[in-house]
């Protein structure tokens, strides 16, 4: 299949928009990663997505949708809880889970009786999904296990030949995907952490429940909340492994175990104390400029070849809990206390 390159010009977003409603598949920016779109409410375009994507059948789609007025018809009921995270956190990163309408097809929700949609605030977004003019079915734009696209070009990696067309909207803003909560439990659920943090949630809705699977691996007899929880995820070629500990330990550490085909996830500014190949995924101490990097990073370091990757361990505070999940993925889950 050839893919078109499109940019965000009006005619350029009319022509994606045609794709979408004749059943197609379009790479597409979003504030937080890029997004591989198609027609929701076609169960034909969500197996497009999923064969793209080579994606599991069961791990479900959000979907993007770019007025209040779209939801409704989507769910079996907007709860004034959804309606109240919807009037503080929309349009935004966030991805509210509810009991699904009969409009969305089982392709769509993974077989599930739920259906998870956002809202996106990227201004090339909302014009392609008002242009389509139905609700747009969405994963990251990343081949399925790999780290989620932050700009157009890891889109083209992943997904040329793939899918009919991408737009390149440049690079993404927030950087990590969307935060994803269920509204579809007795109690407000967090089932992946994001740049809506818990503690903005708990604002709106008092107390939620954090998903354990947020946190640890679940082993083979949890279910997943999340289908998407239970899948490797976010991992680079190399091996990637977390080191708890000060820097000085780290570099210690590597200064003990590192070969040339050994390279560092390191904070900017240490990479000049390691004496190896670094990758730097922002500033120590501060997790938003970590959240925004480090998807970025993991694809970086595939580009420096290396075959072992040590990560120093981020905070897992406010939306340095959504750096941490990602990582721990890229990880499988494997941290060296120092
Ligand atoms: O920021 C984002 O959310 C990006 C952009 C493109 O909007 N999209 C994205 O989609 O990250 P994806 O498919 O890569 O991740 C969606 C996650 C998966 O872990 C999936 O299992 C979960 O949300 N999910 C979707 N629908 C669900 C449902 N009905 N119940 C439980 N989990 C659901
Ligand atoms: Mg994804």
Redesign the pocket.
């Given at each position: 299949m050839e893919t078109k390159i499109l940019s965000t010009s009006d005619e350029d977003i009319a022509l994606a928009a045609e794709i979408i409603r004749n059943g197609g598949v379009v790479g597409f920016p979003?504030e937080?990663?890029?997004?591989l779109g198609g027609n929701a409410l076609d169960a034909a375009s969500s197996e497009n997505i999923f064969t793209a994507k080579g994606r599991p059948k069961d791990?479900?789609?959000?979907v993007?949708i770019s007025g209040l007025s779209q939801w409704a018809p989507l769910v079996k009921e907007i709860t004034p809880q959804a309606m109240a995270l919807a009037e503080r956190f929309w349009p935004g990163?966030l991805?509210i889970?509810l009991e699904k309408s009969d409009l969305i097809p089982m392709e769509t929700?993974?077989g599930?009786n739920?259906?998870?949609v956002?809202m996106?605030v990227d201004e090339t977004a909302k014009r392609l999904i008002e242009a389509a003019g139905v609700p747009v079915a969405?994963?990251?734009?990343n081949t399925s296990g790999m780290p989620?696209p932050t700009k157009a070009r890891y889109v083209i990696e992943d997904m040329m030949g793939r899918i009919d067309a991408i737009i390149d909207g440049g690079d993404c803003s927030v950087g990590l995907?969307?935060t994803?909560i269920?509204l579809a439990t007795d109690k407000p659920r967090l089932?992946?952490p994001?740049g809506v943090t818990v503690s903005m949630l708990e604002e709106v809705l008092g107390e939620i429940d954090v998903d354990p699977a947020v946190y640890d691996k679940l082993d083979d007899t949890q279910k997943a909340?999340?289908?998407?929880?239970k899948y490797k995820h976010y991992a680079p070629k190399a091996r990637v492994t977390l080191l708890k500990g000060s820097f000085e330990k780290f570099a210690e550490y590597i200064g003990k175990n590192a070969d040339e085909k050994t390279a560092a996830l390191c904070f900017d500014g240490e990479e000049k104390k390691l004496g190896i190949k670094c990758i730097t995924y922002g500033k120590e101490n501060d997790s938003l400029s970590q959240a925004q990097r480090v998807f970025s990073a993991l694809r970086e370091v595939d580009e420096t070849g290396a075959e072992r990757v040590y990560a120093r361990y981020p905070d897992k505070n406010e939306i340095g809990l959504a750096v941490y999940n990602r990582l721990i993925r890229a990880a499988a889950f494997e941290v060296i206390e120092l």
């Open positions: 979003t937080t990663v890029y997004g791990n479900p789609l959000i993007h990163p991805t889970i929700s993974g599930l739920t259906v998870a956002r996106p969405a994963p990251s734009a989620s995907e969307s994803v269920t089932l992946r994001g909340a999340s289908p998407g929880m």
